[in-house]
């Protein structure tokens, strides 16, 4: 629980196994010498049992990315003196630092998502000799409410504790902790990425007449932001309603998530962005004119024309979502965070699924992706914590993008229809390497729900049928094709099998749903 170190640098991975990626927890207090200069990439990340104040001794120039990572226990910083740099990530998810920060008068960077999710450092102060800070550095420090900078600093600045850059042309971060309504100023050309990032308390956001571009993601996670105000003098950007648009209306450029209940998009508009809609959890129905060239609405999802491709899901639904058999594309972002889904069916036309397209759906159980799928994007399921089985009727694996099952840990197993099919699966690194549990032959079934018990799966082994996931009490009921009743059975448990002829077609009814088997 104790440990001291007597060399001049902590090298990578010291206090965590890299192969695993799991962190010393057992540790719970570090003394470090004097003769340390730096202290390498990863060394204390995941180290959560380190609690306390963490004081770095003088001599330290650098510290690496995500070395002190989510060590949460920390619970106040104090940096060396002669500090040049803080790497990527490097106090990330240190949510037990409170209070103040103080940069010492000899750094010069601080990397990429360095001090993102503090979600308790109240305020950083800058020296003179900073001149790089990454993005997302200071994203999501909910309890921030200032930085402080001195006005001799050549590189930023600040006016009412929001950091801007030198001459004020550049918004980089409003602070997450402050409240109310904001009014940009009017040196302002450009809002950086994620400038706005986790603000969960700003309102309303006044736009500058000056201001020309907006950063990807500038106003994500702001779950009070009900409208932006625009000037008339601006020669860019434009609002209705309090939604924020280009000048002449055509394209919607962000939505704001504070606001509640179903919104009619503009006849006008031709193109949406495609975080337009982000974290937007209260909106339960969109609506377009059918007058519209470009997009169209079904049950208060949003499509491309002739529906295709699909487009945004309103997050604040509920329940199970039946994909319409038009749909060959499940667009980028279209289901992020919607934690509110239960279930989804996709039809047989489904090809692709795009990048972050059901990032965040934390309520969905079980997934069946049908035969035609062949690619998967980058992050697409990821975060899906619930996310227990999935059964793929496609025989070849789809591809698959970068991290697209990322912080799922619950998978048991995936199942397929085939032998063949298990071979390729296992085959497949990125398939068989992603999952605890195993790939496995079923005789799966797409049936199409008429809603409810999404855990319902029906699948054959000659001659039975096999209907799981019912509870106690179900009725589940088997007909022929043309629909006379051949059996009705009232389920015990999870498992129901049912002895049928073989080389026929039947139809199985359960809750809510009904299968097409063939035998």
Do not use: H
Request: hydrophobic share 35%.
């Amino acid at each position: 629980p104790y440990t001291t170190l007597f060399r001049s640098e902590i090298p990578t991975f010291s206090f965590c196994d890299p192969n695993t990626g799991e962190g010393k927890t057992s540790l719970t207090t570090i003394t470090l010498p004097n003769s340390l200069t730096s202290i390498g990439n990863y060394a204390f990340i995941f180290c959560s049992g380190i609690t306390g104040s963490l004081i770095l001794p003088d001599g330290i120039t650098s510290i690496g990315d995500a070395a002190f990572l989510s060590c949460s226990g920390i619970t106040s910083l104090t940096l060396p003196v002669n500090l040049n740099s803080i790497g990527l990530g490097t106090f990330s998810k240190c949510t037990g630092i409170t209070g103040n920060v103080t940069f010492p008068n000899s750094l010069v960077s601080v990397g990429l998502s360095a001090f993102e999710k503090c979600s308790k450092i109240t305020s950083f102060t800058f020296p003179i000799s900073l001149t790089t800070i990454g993005k997302y550095a200071f994203s999501d420090c909910f309890a921030l409410i200032e930085f402080i900078i001195p006005v001799e600093n050549q590189s930023f600045s600040t006016i009412n504790g929001t950091l801007f850059n030198k001459d004020q042309t550049t918004l980089i971060q409003y602070p997450a902790g402050k409240k109310g309504n904001y009014i940009i100023p009017s040196t302002v050309i450009n809002i950086g990425e994620y400038a706005f990032c986790g603000c969960s308390w700003i309102t309303s956001l006044s736009i500058s007449s000056s201001l020309m571009t907006i950063g990807s993601s500038a106003f994500s996670a702001c779950p009070s932001l009900t409208e932006f105000i625009v000037p008339e003098t601006n020669q860019l950007y434009s609002s209705l309603n309090g939604v924020l648009f280009n000048k002449n209306q055509t394209t919607l450029v962000q939505y704001p998530a504070g606001r509640q209940g179903s919104y009619n998009i503009p006849n006008s508009v031709t193109t949406i962005e495609n975080l337009a809609f982000i974290d937007c959890s209260g909106i339960s129905e969109l609506i377009i004119p059918e007058a519209n060239q470009f997009f169209s609405t079904l049950n208060g999802v949003l499509f491309n024309k002739n529906q295709t491709r699909l487009i945004q899901y309103p997050a604040g639904k509920q329940g199970t979502y039946i994909v319409p058999n038009t749909v060959k594309t499940i667009g980028n972002y279209s289901f992020l965070n919607c934690m509110g889904i239960t279930g989804l069916n996709f039809p047989t036309s489904i090809t692709t699924i795009e990048s972050s397209a059901f990032t965040g759906c934390s309520s969905i159980t079980t997934l069946t992706f049908p035969a035609g799928l062949t690619s998967i994007g980058d992050f697409s399921f990821s975060d899906c914590i619930s996310l227990k089985t999935i059964y793929c009727l496609n025989p070849a694996p789809p591809t698959t993008g970068n991290y697209c099952f990322n912080g799922v840990t619950s998978i048991t197993d995936v199942y397929v229809p085939t032998d063949i099919a298990v071979a390729s699966y296992k085959a497949n690194t990125a398939w068989y390497s992603k999952f605890p549990g195993d790939i496995i032959k079923r005789n799966i079934t797409n049936g199409v729900p008429e809603s409810i018990n999404t855990d319902v799966k029906v699948y054959t082994t000659s001659p039975k049928i096999i209907i799981e996931g019912t509870k106690q009490g179900e009725i589940v009921t088997l007909f022929t094709i043309n629909g006379k009743q051949i059996q009705t059975v009232k389920s015990e448990g999870e498992r129901i099998i049912i002895a049928a002829q073989q080389k026929a077609v039947y139809l199985v009814k359960t809750v809510g749903r009904t299968f097409k088997v063939i035998l």
